[in-house]
């Protein structure tokens, strides 16, 4: 089911792939660790409602939307009998203050973006979309802490948020409202996931080419490259798990298409970019097992299945 769940926006997972097979600048560094912190928060913040969440409240999350020629995006989405909840979840951790309505961090003193505009911001914007397309619902927005170190000093007491001791008692209270979704929900619901963006305009992307990048087959669990081990396992020469030949082959096939969509996948393409598994008849036997053959002789390459 689309937006069931958090998913890595396309900007994440293109430097996921990346970020193994090139050197990042220090600015495209600190962009994907805040990418890979804030998917974990959401990750969190997902897990906690299905958890404990009780009631019947349809949730969307990762929607990228677009008003007027602006994208904004919404974290988590809650719509109950007369009400949409907009839930931005942050991830930060440590001690952080308010003062004269900026944000910053207690040990550095140094200034970050106030949340709260960009909550504004979505609000604001999903309000107007919400009347486009014909819908009367009330918006309530609150910014979700969900590290369990953050601490926020001097924060009015007004502030639309929910604090991590406060999220269990959040959650109860939206257990309290019975609901049951009516037309006029699911309607909401088919037409928000059928105007989701795929591709945000705003994404930061480094330049890369296929010759740049290093070759190999990455490591699930820390991006290490992987080193062959026996005939059905690779090893991670970085954190030294193993893994089986034909998933993590597979892994790698689908980095190959994120990263470079205009390439046909074959096995001699693809037995390059995995460069360890030195049998040609290893790699095409996992690409017909996983994907489909399409053409014969030199024209033949390999689809996703639909």
Known sequence: MPHSNPLPSKEFQILSHLHSRMTFSPVEKRNFEYLTKGLIGEQKFFNLLKQKLSTNHILLFSLLLNHNNTEFQIDSLLIDHHRVYILEVKNYEGDFYIENEKWYIKSSRKEIRNPLLQLQRTEFLFKQLLQKLGF???????????????????????????????????????????????????????????????????????????????????????????????????????????????????????????????????????????????????????????????????????????
């Open 136 to 306: 009367n619902f009330r918006v309530k927005s609150y910014i979700i802490f969900i590290n369990d170190s953050f601490t926020l000093y001097q924060a009015p007491k007004n502030l639309p948020a929910v604090f991590p001791t406060q999220l269990n008692r959040f959650i109860k209270k939206l257990n309290s409202i019975p609901f049951q979704p009516a037309r006029k929900h699911t309607k909401l619901k088919k037409q928000l996931t059928a105007i989701h963006l795929e591709h945000s305009s705003n994404s930061r992307l480094p330049k890369y080419d296929y010759d740049q990048l290093k070759k190999g087959i990455t490591c699930v669990f820390c991006y290490g490259f992987l080193s062959f081990l026996n005939d059905k396992r690779l090893i991670c020469e970085n954190c030294n798990r193993g893994v089986e030949i034909d998933s993590a082959v597979m892994r790698n096939v689908v980095a190959f298409k994120i990263l470079f969509p205009e390439r046909k996948i074959t096995t001699g393409a693809i037995h390059e970019w995995c460069k360890i598994i030195d049998s040609k008849k290893t790699i095409r036997r996992i690409l017909l097992k996983h994907l489909k053959l399409i053409g014969r002789g030199r024209a033949s390459h390999y689809v996703f299945p639909n």
